[in-house]
């Protein structure tokens, strides 16, 4: 009982209701009153505590759908169909693999290919750095899924959950963090708190690259974000990876730069 009266919780005042000597009819309405005003209370604690998660649950949610209505393609532009993909991602090869590899001295030991998608460059990712270890990571198990199926290089492997479980279960860093056309589809205030996580997840001296929808300006939208070069350079510099821009192609008609930078220690 004094437990109850310090917790104030809706147990209690049906209690109080019964000290009051209610008939039992005017009882049972009170307990649904009480158990509506707790679930409300319920519903109102959880609104107000999740505005980030629900932001990432939110695109999460339409990864999942893409993936189950466009399969591997959803992760590129919906106008080029099934029958151009190959091309595409080849295209893509042609123009950020020489870049890469001007990049990279001594190979990697573990190379992440963040945001992996259907996984489309990372066993071709682990063959051109001759990792030892290659992850891909995608918060979209629909598209881990398409990866694993096609995927039988044993160094090369794959994980999904969100990426909050992805950094905290983290034991190990990276040498090189590889990003394909990923930040774009990522708003603010949780992009800050992801360069975060990628810089912490970078091995020291380990490689940034990366590759983004840029404009001059920066108009907001729902789904895709162009950003300015000088924005993404300000993000990664500020957490001590400074990179810079080292190529660009046009990609359905917008320009998609390509950053590349060490962590300073
Ligand atoms: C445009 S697709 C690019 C996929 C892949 N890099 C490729 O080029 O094939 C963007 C990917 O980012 C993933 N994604 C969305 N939010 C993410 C986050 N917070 N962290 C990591 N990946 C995310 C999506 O599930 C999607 O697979």
């Known amino acids: 009982m004094e437990e109850e009266k310090r917790a104030g919780t809706p147990m209690l005042l049906a209690k109080r209701a019964d000290d009051a000597n209610l008939t ?6 009170w307990n649904c009153v009480t158990v509506i005003f707790a679930r409300m209370s319920q519903i109102l604690r959880a609104y107000r505590t999740k505005p980030e998660a629900s932001q990432a649950d939110d695109t999460s949610a339409i990864w999942s759908e893409r993936a189950r209505k466009f399969g591997r393609r959803c992760v590129y532009d919906l106008s080029v169909p099934e029958e151009g993909f190959d091309d595409i991602t080849s295209f893509q090869e042609k123009e950020l693999y020489p870049l890469l590899r001007a990049q990279i001295s001594v190979p990697p030991t573990r190379v992440l290919d963040y945001g992996c998608g259907a996984g489309r460059f990372t066993v071709s990712l682990r063959d051109l750095t001759s990792a030892e270890y ?5 918060p979209c198990p629909e598209l881990i899924e398409m ?5 039988v290089d044993p160094r090369t492997h794959f994980l999904t959950g969100t990426p909050r479980e992805f950094f905290d279960r983290l034991r190990f860093k990276f040498d090189l963090i590889w990003m394909a056309t990923v930040l774009g589809g990522i708003r603010g205030p949780e ?5 975060d996580d990628l810089a912490s997840a970078l091995a020291s001296r380990g490689l ?12 907001e939208n729902n789904f895709w974000q162009s950003r300015p070069e000088a924005w993404y350079e300000k993000l990664f510099g500020e957490r001590g990876v400074p990179i810079e821009r080292v190529g660009s192609y046009l990609s359905c008609g917008n320009q998609v730069s390509i950053f590349a930078g060490r962590k300073s220690s």
């Open 24 to 29: 039992s009819k005017h009882r049972s309405l």
């Open 134 to 138: 290659c992850l891909g990571y995608d």
């Open 147 to 151: 990866a694993v199926a096609a995927t």
């Open 191 to 195: 992009l800050l708190k992801l360069a």
């Open 208 to 219: 940034l690259f990366f590759a983004e929808n840029t404009a001059p300006e920066n108009p």
